[in-house]
Each structure stands twice: as structure tokens, then as C-alpha cells.
């Protein structure tokens, strides 16, 4: 299993400043993911970080916007730049674990942000 | 990665069973098929996973018939801790990005 911490927990920012997300892991992984999830939506992956590598953006979303760094295995950041209103959202960090057998997704509790 | 389709949402009773249906019609022969949680404020969480015929743990159980190109989570006698959104995912591989469904919101009624 994995315990994923996620700072901060919610945040009201104005457009167009910036904002960075942490993600801390109780264990070493791989890979780290980032996800949106847009009130009253499903989650979209953003993009999946690796160790010592760039991320892997997924369509419609760019290093620009979500730069992400992952300086080790326990840790990455996703920060939301130029902020507008249509970026408030939830924001979840996720690792995966073979955990008995299966291979689980694990989540923060993710961070909730609010652009005015 | 295989598309999901499930209910929009569904009504229960306390103490009922719930039994949740999700399509995947071009499931690989390498996907496994996931079920997740999710409360509201909260990130989803696992609930059980399978491959074929049927899982069971703690929580629930987990149909799947041999063609695969369909899964049923089933919940026993649900209680009102049990709304939530539960999302059918098909993949799971170890490496492999989590491709998340609309989901089923479940409302557990007294």
C-alpha cells in the first residue's frame, strides 16, 4: 500500500498567478500521476511523472500550463500557471502498488482549487 | 486502453443489494478489470479487482462472465456509509495510467 500526502489542501488564488502542488509518498514509486477532477466529473489524467525524466503529458494538456517536477522517488509537484477561473478544480496525486496481488491505484486527498 | 460504459446512477435501500453493471466490449486479453470508490472530498479508492468468473473480498464481489466484455460489482446489504461514485476501470496493469469512467453514482436511501 502507499499513504499519499498532498499540500495544500485547498487553495482560493486570483487569475493569473500560479500555483504548486505537492505530493509526498510514504514509499519509493516509479511512476507518479497527476489527475483533474472538475466539480461533479470523472478524472482526467493530466500526466505521469518519473524519476529523472520529463513528464508524459496527456492530450490537451502542456508543460507549460502544468509544469511537474520529480526530483526523487518520494516526491513531485504539479503547479497550475496563469490560472483563469476554468482551472478550478480538484487536483489528485496517485501512485500505483502491487498490493496482493493486484495493482491499485493509490490517491491523496487531493487539493481543491478555486480561481477568481 | 478499453472504454467503459455504466449507469449514470442508481437508487438503493438500506440493507439492500446493489449490483453495479459495467460494459467494456474490447477488453484486451491483458486487461484486467478495477473497481474504485469515491466519496465526496476524498480521492477514489480500490474496491476489488478481477480477470475472470468471480472475486470476492471484504467488500464486495466481483462477477465477470467469459467473454469478459462485461463485469457486475455487487454490494451486499448496503448502509448509507455506502453512497458514493463508483467508477468501473478496465486496464490495471502495473505501469499502466488508469483510464477513469464517468463512474455510477450510488444514492443509498433509508
Known amino acids: 500500500s502507499a499513504v499519499i500526502s498532498q499540500k495544500p489542501s485547498r487553495d482560493i488564488c486570483q487569475r493569473g498567478t500560479s500555483l504548486t502542488i505537492q505530493c509526498q509518498v510514504d514509499s519509493q514509486v516509479t511512476m507518479m500521476f497527476w489527475y483533474r477532477q472538475q466539480p461533479g466529473q470523472s478524472l482526467t489524467l493530466i500526466a505521469t511523472?518519473?524519476?529523472?525524466?520529463?513528464?508524459?503529458?496527456e492530450s490537451g494538456f502542456v508543460i507549460d500550463k502544468f509544469p511537474i517536477s520529480r526530483p526523487n522517488l518520494t516526491f513531485s509537484t504539479l503547479t497550475v500557471s496563469n490560472m483563469s477561473p476554468e482551472d478550478s478544480s480538484i487536483y489528485l496525486c496517485s501512485v500505483e502498488s502491487l498490493t496482493r496481488g493486484n495493482t491499485e491505484a493509490f490517491f491523496g486527498q487531493g487539493t481543491r482549487l478555486t480561481v477568481v | 486502453l478499453a472504454k467503459t460504459t455504466q449507469p449514470i446512477s442508481m437508487d438503493s435501500y438500506e440493507g439492500q443489494e446493489v449490483n453495479i453493471t459495467c460494459s467494456h466490449n474490447?477488453?484486451?486479453?491483458?486487461?484486467?478489470i478495477t473497481w474504485y470508490q469515491q466519496f465526496p472530498s476524498q480521492g477514489p479508492r480500490f474496491i476489488i479487482q478481477?480477470?475472470?468468473t468471480k472475486v470476492t473480498n471484504e467488500v464486495a464481489s466481483l462477477f465477470i462472465p467469459a467473454d469478459r466484455k462485461s463485469s457486475t460489482l455487487s454490494l451486499p446489504r448496503v448502509s448509507l456509509s455506502d453512497t458514493a461514485v463508483y467508477y468501473c476501470?478496465?486496464?490495471?496493469?502495473?505501469?499502466?495510467?488508469?483510464?477513469f469512467g464517468p463512474g455510477t453514482r450510488l444514492s443509498v436511501l433509508p
Open positions: 478481477g480477470y475472470k
Open positions: 476501470l478496465v486496464g490495471g496493469n502495473y505501469g499502466q495510467n488508469f483510464v
Open positions: 511523472a518519473n524519476q529523472g525524466s520529463e513528464a508524459t503529458y
Open positions: 474490447n477488453i484486451a486479453t491483458n486487461d484486467y
